[in-house]
């Protein structure tokens, strides 16, 4: 089993930056697929991103393409998210989530651990 413990969010205004920090603990971190997802008040848990054990492949939700990137240390057992040009509607709680699964997947229900989510809101 792992733990997932996640860092960085905050308040910044629109146009600026975060970056986001998961680590992990337990478990073996290279045998998870990574993943980032948000949920804003009232609306569902969204895909943002993912990449895969060795961090060479990666893939985003088409509202944050060009905006932000998710990236990995497997010698700190770390996923990063580094946001830029945040706008308000990016606003949300932000989770990490481990994969055990083969296939790349965007769905919530595919993600075996998840963290406790960090708060991003993004003032305009």
């Known amino acids: 089993q792992v733990q997932l413990v996640e860092s960085g969010g905050g308040l910044v205004q629109a146009g600026g930056s975060l970056r986001l920090s998961c680590a992990a603990n337990?478990?073996?971190?290279?045998?998870?697929?990574m993943g980032w997802f948000r949920q804003a008040p009232g609306k569902e848990r969204d895909f943002v991103a993912t990449?895969?054990?060795?961090?060479?492949?990666?893939y985003y939700a088409d509202s944050v393409k060009g905006r932000f990137t998710i990236s990995r240390d497997n010698a700190k057992n770390t996923v990063y998210l580094q946001m830029n040009t945040l706008k308000p509607e990016d606003t949300a709680v932000y989770y990490c989530?481990?994969?055990?699964?083969?296939?790349?997947?965007?769905?919530?229900?595919?993600?075996?651990?998840w963290g406790q989510g960090t708060q991003v809101t993004v003032s305009s």
């Open positions: 337990g478990g073996t971190f290279t045998d998870y697929r």
């Open positions: 989530a481990a994969d055990l699964g083969v296939v790349r997947s965007t769905r919530p229900d595919r993600y075996d651990y």
């Open positions: 990449i895969s054990r060795s961090g060479g492949s990666t």
